[in-house]
T-cell receptor, first 118, second 116 residues
């Protein structure tokens, strides 16, 4: 079974600085998808960024980028120029790509709570 | 312009008293999911519907049931809530296209269930 581990329960960053959230996963599959979701306090979870495992190039979405190391099974999230609105719980998630992902489900890590200091 | 709506946001029930949580969506998505998220834990998938096809996770207790009367609505029924069922319940949807694995899941704000 696949597992996702986020080893940092809490992180803190100064506004305008850069922070990296760690995520590792365990799988025997070669094709899969990885995601970072953000859950702000009392608001719904939203997708931040996603990565297809067969793509070597790291995904980037504005201030958010990932460092995907397939051999190491690592998928960290870097937030540049941190803003107060980035304060949230961040979840790393894995999904199998078997049959186009129709049979796999999102497997979440336990999350990292990010605080942003003004 | 809310896309995934969950009612109520907070629900209090008594031990053993059946309770129903509701979810509706304006996205016309084929897939609807129910997750359970306990404090400081990862969201855990309970089941999902692909259109009318119900898919139960192997470790979802029988106490949890679901109904999807139409595309827009999906309900989570807890037949006899126990203290251990107190959690945030998240509803999510996805389009259900050919590349389902890569699709974004759109989450509702959740319903926090308290069992007295």
């Amino acid at each position: 079974a696949q597992t996702v581990t986020q080893s940092q329960p809490e992180m803190s960053v100064q506004e305008a600085e850069t922070v990296t959230l760690s995520c590792t996963y365990d799988t025997s599959e070669s094709d899969y998808y990885l995601f970072w979701y953000k859950q702000p306090p009392s608001r719904q979870m939203i997708l931040v960024i996603r990565q297809e495992a067969y793509k070597q190039q790291n995904a980037t979405e504005n201030r958010f980028s990932v460092n995907f190391q397939k051999a190491a099974k690592s998928f960290s999230l870097k937030i540049s120029d941190s803003q107060l609105g980035d304060a949230a719980m961040y979840f790393c998630a894995y999904r199998s790509a078997v049959n186009g992902g129709s049979q796999g489900n999102l497997i979440f890590g336990k999350g990292t709570k990010l605080s942003v200091k003004p | 312009d809310a896309m995934v709506i969950q009612n109520p946001r907070y629900q209090v029930t008594q031990f053993g008293k059946p309770v129903t949580l509701s979810c509706s969506q304006t996205l016309n998505h084929n897939v609807m999911y129910w997750y359970q998220q306990k404090s400081s834990q990862a969201p855990k998938l309970l089941f999902h519907y692909y259109d009318k096809d119900f898919n139960n996770e192997a470790d979802t207790p029988d106490n949890f049931q679901s109904r999807r009367p139409n595309t827009s609505f999906c309900f989570l029924d807890i037949r006899s809530p126990g203290l251990g069922d107190a959690a945030m319940y998240l509803c999510a949807t996805s389009r259900g296209g050919r590349d389902r694995g890569l699709e974004t899941q759109y989450f509702g704000p959740g319903t926090r269930l308290l069992v007295l």
